[in-house]
C-alpha cells in the first residue's frame, strides 16, 4: 500500500495517522526565505505536543478529520490567489488536480504564529 501525504494540518499531522509528525510536510515549504524558519516553528510544535503529552498521560493523538479538512481548504484558497497557481503556469509545486501541496501561501511570520502553541483541542486522544 502506498501513502502519499498531499495534505496535511499545519504541513505535519494527518488524520488517522496517530502520533505521526511530519517535517516540512504538504504545504509548509518554501519559494522564498529559508526553510529553517519552518522547521524551527514545527519542532517548537512538537516540542509541546510531546510536553502535553507526557503531562496529561495522553498515550495517542490523531488531528481531528474536520480540523484538517478546514485547514486544507483555507490552504487551497490563499493559493489559488497566488502566483503558484495563477497564469495557467504547470509546475511541480501542483499536483495533478492543479492543487499547490508544496509551498506555504504567506508570510513566514505568520506561519511561526499560527504554531506558536500547541492545540489540543484540535485532536483526538486517549
Known amino acids: 500500500m502506498i ?5 496535511a494540518y499545519r504541513g505535519m499531522t494527518i488524520p488517522n495517522f496517530p502520533n505521526l509528525f511530519l517535517l516540512l510536510g504538504p504545504n509548509s515549504r518554501l519559494g522564498h526565505s529559508s526553510v529553517i524558519i519552518m522547521l524551527e516553528a514545527q519542532l517548537k510544535y512538537v516540542i509541546e505536543a510531546l ?3 507526557d ?3 495522553i498515550s495517542v493523538l490523531s488531528v481531528k478529520e474536520k480540523v ?3 485547514y486544507n481548504q483555507w ?3 490563499k493559493l489559488k490567489k497566488s502566483v503558484w497557481f495563477l497564469g495557467g503556469c504547470h509546475s511541480w509545486y501542483q499536483n495533478a ?6 509551498i506555504w501561501p504567506d508570510f513566514t511570520w505568520i506561519y511561526r504564529l499560527i ?8 485532536y483526538d486522544h486517549n
Do not use: P
Open 3 to 7: 501513502f502519499v501525504f498531499a495534505k
Open 51 to 53: 510536553i502535553t503529552m
Open 55 to 57: 503531562t496529561n498521560k
Open 68 to 70: 484538517h479538512n478546514e
Open 75 to 77: 490552504i487551497q484558497s
Open 97 to 102: 488536480e492543479g492543487e499547490v501541496t508544496t
Open 115 to 122: 504554531m506558536n502553541n500547541f492545540d489540543l483541542q484540535n
